[in-house]
């Protein structure tokens, strides 16, 4: 593989990423590189003796003087960070501040780093406890972005206009909990990826954050088996009640999933999405991170000790951002009001069930049609231990294990073939820190 470029080249790199993508799969939205700002820095007003910052203060356009304060923050907290060799947690707490700040304090948002579960299922029999062979994982992203849930006595729903209400209304926790609670499993959800929690829904990007370049391919693992968990969810939603085979409209299909990783100062972007939205990839089969289970590609890269690549990135997320609150949440409300719908027909009738014995023998469930995941989770546990107490080094017992040693094995083969940027090819200091 080609290594990324680092110099003038980059930037038409990226824009051909970006066109390539729209042509070779159904995605409609990719946030676009923008470098407009740089025309703002090349007309600061003021003396050029003076400090940048003083000269972007004199900017009379509210929102581009604010966009280049947030940049030269960006910029700033990065060099010191990365003279100080600060500690992965420093560079995790920039990231919450600096870049992710505006999505942290929209209330429509919600960001956390919290687990995510997922079904780990054992391989050998001999190695599973009274018949059962599964049990509850789990793993936690730096930052999951999501849609916020609401509470029937919210005071925030005081003062909102009529087409907010019928976004917030299907995102109500009480509402949310008859979608997982469900007495029949084919019309239950997954909303949280904490399983049986109503708090982190639907996520729309991943963050994961390492200190050093060289955990390149580790930080992209953790990114890819995120994005596996997350699109499953909005698969989950968008699919037909109690007919998971069909979609509930032609526009069903249109989700994606981002992923933002940063080793110290060097970042990246990526998209997710299924297999069934490409059109058209040659290299997929190439590819280490497109598999059955999604499809993750980089659309783009740089150091936030360049100013340049800063604005261009908190530009990107900014439009991430806008993403999340005009189109990803209103997508996700408009599907789980087909959801509930069904699940109230499907309520009525296990009332009626009670004196109807034809309708009872419909919407009978028996102990082994109970949720997949409560029962993982539920009784999960003395599998899990029995496998800790078996497990050795390189020795592969579970599905996850497979799933994991191959995509680590392909991640490491790529990075062979492709002449990286690492600590020593990264474009010198001095030359990141200038336009």
Not at 98 to 105: L, S, T, Y
Request: glycine share 4%; aromatic share 8%.
């Amino acid at each position: 593989m080609d290594r990324l470029p680092w110099g003038p080249g980059r930037g038409e790199a990226i824009d051909h990423i970006h066109r390539r993508l729209l042509d070779q799969t159904s995605l409609t939205f990719l946030p676009r590189r923008q470098v407009s700002f740089l025309e703002d820095y090349a007309h600061l007003p003021g003396a050029e003796e003076l400090p940048v910052r003083e000269r972007i203060k004199m900017i009379s356009d509210d929102y581009r003087r604010k966009f280049l304060r947030r940049i030269e923050t960006v910029v700033q907290h990065s060099q010191q960070a990365d003279i100080d060799q600060v500690s992965e947690f420093n560079w995790e707490a920039d990231a919450w501040r600096d870049i992710f700040g505006r999505i942290r304090d929209d209330e429509r948002l919600h960001m956390d780093k919290r687990e995510y579960n997922f079904k780990v299922t054992v391989l050998d029999p001999s190695n599973t406890k009274d018949g059962r062979d599964s049990y509850m994982g789990k793993r936690i992203p730096d930052i999951s972005f999501s849609l916020s849930s609401y509470s029937l006595s919210d005071p925030d729903d005081e003062g909102v206009d009529e087409s907010e209400r019928r976004v917030r209304r299907p995102l109500q926790r009480s509402r949310l909990a008859e979608t997982i609670w469900t007495p029949n499993p084919r019309h239950s959800l997954v909303p949280d990826p904490k399983w049986g929690k109503l708090t982190l829904l639907f996520p729309f990007a991943v963050y994961e954050a390492k200190k050093h370049e060289r955990s390149d391919t580790e930080v992209t693992m953790q990114l890819k088996l995120a994005f596996n968990t997350y699109l499953r969810m909005l698969d989950g939603v968008v699919r037909q009640p109690g007919i998971q085979d069909n979609n509930q409209s032609p526009r069903s299909a249109g989700f994606q999933i981002f992923g933002f990783t940063s080793n110290g100062s060097i970042w990246r972007m990526y998209v997710g999405y299924l297999p069934s939205r490409v059109t058209e990839d040659p290299y997929a089969t190439e590819d280490p991170l497109c598999d059955s289970d999604s499809h993750m590609k980089l659309i783009w890269w740089g150091s936030t000790l360049n100013r340049q690549h800063a604005g261009e990135l908190l530009d990107m997320v900014d439009q991430v951002h806008e993403y999340a609150v005009t189109t990803h949440r209103p997508f996700i409300a408009s599907h789980l009001e087909s959801w509930e719908r069904s699940i109230e027909v499907n309520q009525w009738l296990s009332r009626e069930a009670n004196t109807d014995p034809d309708l009872a023998a419909l919407t009978n469930t028996t102990e082994e049609a109970l949720l997949d995941w409560f029962s993982i989770k539920s009784n999960g546990a003395d599998v899990k231990k029995l496998l800790r107490d078996r497990r050795g080094k390189d020795i592969l017992l579970t599905d996850d294990d497979v799933k994991c040693a191959r995509l680590k094995a392909k991640l490491k083969q790529f990075e062979k073939n492709r002449q990286r940027p690492d600590e020593k090819s990264v474009p010198e200091r001095e030359r990141l820190t200038n336009l």
